[in-house]
């Protein structure tokens, strides 16, 4: 047998096996299934309400700062100070002339007291006809004036009052003091510096506040993700950290440009809808604010 017909010879005995073959297959082995996600979003590490910038609520000189970077502070502890001199001087300004104020409103009530006695005696002694009626009428009128005087000076100690409340209040702005429990992430003045409301942040401040995720949802998946639905956040920097459980939150209500998606393109022609997601335990602190993971959500 020449080689060509050896060749035709062995095609058609191949052929003849795969023909009976294909009457007896077995059923093909199961192969090992990965994991089935409904959706996969970009997101990144957050808390609610996002960083605290803090600006020094009025304007002056820093005297002096009591922290630094990477300090945890508590709610109501000191963090800068202005020059407190020209706040101190407008209160005891305030201060003396309130107590002026109040003096002269304590000088006139007796005032009063002592002209309404009068008034009251001699009005009893006009009608028993022991006294003079127009001196009666005197006495009356010298208690009611006697009486608006009081009033005036009861508001000018009231007046007083508010001016030195609002002293004491321009005081305390001259310090700041961190609204809660936090770390300082960031500080961008000196002793020494010029600041006012208007410059911006002094001090950057991270609560003690839970981790959260904000994801990108795409818009073609956000029919089939809802609230309370699981998921599995990834590092997106490939570290080799362990993926995480979580749960979504809440699913916005407007749509959004990408802001994590790397290809500008991409970017400008995405349509996303945030969603928030909770951690189902407590993450480590390795977790930083800003770190991009990729979530996963599972149907179950």
Do not use: W
């Not at 990965?34 to 304007?59: C, F, N, Q, W």
């Not at 009068?118 to 006009?126: I, P, V, Y």
């Not at 608006?148 to 000076?153: P, R, S, T």
């Not at 998921?231 to 749509?255: C, N």
């Amino acid at each position: 047998m020449n080689p060509r017909d050896l060749r035709l010879s062995l095609a058609l005995f191949a052929a003849v096996l795969l023909t009976g073959c294909s009457h007896d297959d077995a059923p093909a082995a199961p192969s090992a299934r990965t994991p089935a996600y409904v959706a996969v979003a970009r997101g990144r590490i957050d808390i609610e309400g996002g960083l605290l910038k803090l600006s020094m609520p009025s304007e002056g000189v820093v005297d002096h700062i009591d922290t630094h970077e990477g300090e945890h502070v508590h709610k109501g502890q000191l963090l800068a100070q202005l020059n407190l001199e020209p706040a101190k001087l407008a209160l005891e300004s305030a201060l003396a002339e309130q107590q002026q104020a109040t003096a002269q409103a304590n000088t006139l009530e007796e005032r009063v007291k002592s002209a309404s006695l009068r008034a009251s005696r001699l009005q009893q002694a006009a009608k028993a006809g022991a006294g003079d009626t127009q001196s009666a009428d005197d006495a009356v009128e010298s208690a009611r004036q006697a009486q608006a005087e009081l009033n005036n000076a009861r508001a000018n100690a009231a007046l007083a009052a508010q001016k030195v409340a609002g002293a004491r209040y321009q005081l305390g702005l001259r310090s700041l003091l961190a609204p809660i429990d936090g770390q300082i992430v960031q500080r961008m003045v000196q002793p020494g510096a010029s600041v006012s409301p208007a410059i911006g942040p002094i001090f950057v401040l991270l609560p003690d506040s839970p981790r959260i995720v904000r994801a990108e949802l795409n818009e073609s998946f956000v029919g089939v993700v809802h609230e309370n639905m699981h998921a599995e956040v990834d590092d997106d920097s490939g570290s080799g950290m362990a993926p995480l459980k979580a749960h979504v939150l809440r699913i916005g209500d407007v749509f959004g440009a990408s802001t994590l998606e790397d290809d500008p393109q991409v970017r400008a022609n995405s349509r996303t809808v945030e969603c928030v997601l909770a951690f189902d335990q407590p993450p480590s602190k390795t977790l930083r604010i800003g770190q991009r993971v990729m979530v996963k959500f599972d149907p179950k």
